[in-house]
């Protein structure tokens, strides 16, 4: 029987294999993909996100870990996908411009594909332009922007007035994420919204398909 706690620890010992192997085991157990997600492999991303902001893991050790999140993530990617309902609407996700932090953009991605919505993967460090590009080209329901850095939101107010100026504000819902994001400044950028966590990410953009 796998117990997620044992996920969740090899992730943070960067042990992608054995992440791998568990989350294997997991689905192969019927576990629910959503619990694996949410109990094993972001309960040990959170322990180590904790871990680094008090000096008591450092950068290497993280991105170990991330990698092994990664490798997880590949297994449980399609089981997520297979729960939803197809097509429900389109969204691209991108980090914004300077910021290379995708783990939780990968995780917003992965839960809005498992709620049956079709997603286009913008990438790390999106230039203002490819977001704008990105809205008639995909008709997209709706845009959404992560950013980790106190130094690179500022980039969404650049993508928002550019989709403004291009005239296609009316076109698309803009929501935006990230540890630094705030309700607050979503509302002073013009965000149509803001979501703490992948999980309401999903229940936010389904509020703008309805
Ligand atoms: Co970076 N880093 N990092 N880092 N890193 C933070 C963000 C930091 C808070 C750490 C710290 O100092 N305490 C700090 C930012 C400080 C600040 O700006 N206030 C920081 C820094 C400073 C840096 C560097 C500058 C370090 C350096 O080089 N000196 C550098 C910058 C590189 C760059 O981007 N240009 C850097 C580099 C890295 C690594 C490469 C080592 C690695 C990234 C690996 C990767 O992503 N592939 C890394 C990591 C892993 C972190 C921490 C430890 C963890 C981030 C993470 O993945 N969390 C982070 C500390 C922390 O957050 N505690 C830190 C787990 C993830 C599931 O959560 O991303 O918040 P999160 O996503 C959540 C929600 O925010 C939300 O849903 C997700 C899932 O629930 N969400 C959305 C996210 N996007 C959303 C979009 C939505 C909706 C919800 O709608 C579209």
């Known amino acids: 029987m796998v117990?997620?706690?044992?996920?969740?620890?090899?992730?943070?010992?960067?042990d992608a294999e054995k992440?791998?192997?568990?989350?294997?085991?997991?689905?192969?157990?019927?576990?629910?993909?959503?619990d694996i997600l949410e109990n094993g492999l972001i309960k040990g991303m959170d322990i180590i996100g904790a871990k680094f902001k008090k000096n008591e893991v450092y950068v290497p050790e993280v991105l170990i870990a991330a990698r092994a999140m990664h490798a997880g993530m590949s297994i449980l990617r399609p089981k997520l996908a297979e729960t939803?309902?197809?097509?429900?609407?389109?969204?691209?996700?991108?980090?914004?411009?300077?910021?290379?932090?995708?783990?939780?953009?990968?995780?917003?991605?992965?839960?809005?594909?498992?709620?049956g919505f079709e997603?286009?993967?913008l990438g790390i460090d999106v230039p203002v332009d490819k977001f704008v590009e990105a809205v008639t080209k995909y008709k997209l329901n709706v845009l959404g922007m992560s950013a980790l850095l106190t130094t690179t939101m500022?980039?969404?107010?650049?993508?928002?007035?550019?989709?403004?100026?291009?005239g296609?504000?009316?076109k698309v819902k803009i929501m935006i994420g990230g540890a630094p994001i705030t309700q607050n400044y979503a509302d002073?950028?013009?965000?149509d919204g803001y979501s703490p966590d992948a999980a309401s990410a999903?229940?936010?953009?389904?509020?703008f398909i309805a």
């Open 188 to 191: 002073q950028i013009g965000a």
């Open 154 to 166: 500022i980039q969404m107010q650049e993508v928002i007035k550019a989709i403004s100026d291009a």
């Open 19 to 34: 992440v791998e192997e568990l989350v294997r085991g997991a689905l192969g157990e019927n576990l629910l993909p959503k």
């Open 168 to 170: 296609l504000r009316d």
């Open 119 to 121: 997603v286009i993967d």
């Open 84 to 115: 939803g309902v197809k097509n429900i609407g389109t969204v691209a996700v991108g980090t914004v411009k300077g910021d290379l932090h995708d783990i939780g953009k990968n995780l917003v991605i992965m839960m809005l594909e498992g709620a």
């Open 3 to 14: 117990d997620l706690n044992n996920v969740s620890e090899s992730l943070q010992r960067g």
């Open 202 to 207: 999903v229940d936010k953009a389904k509020t």
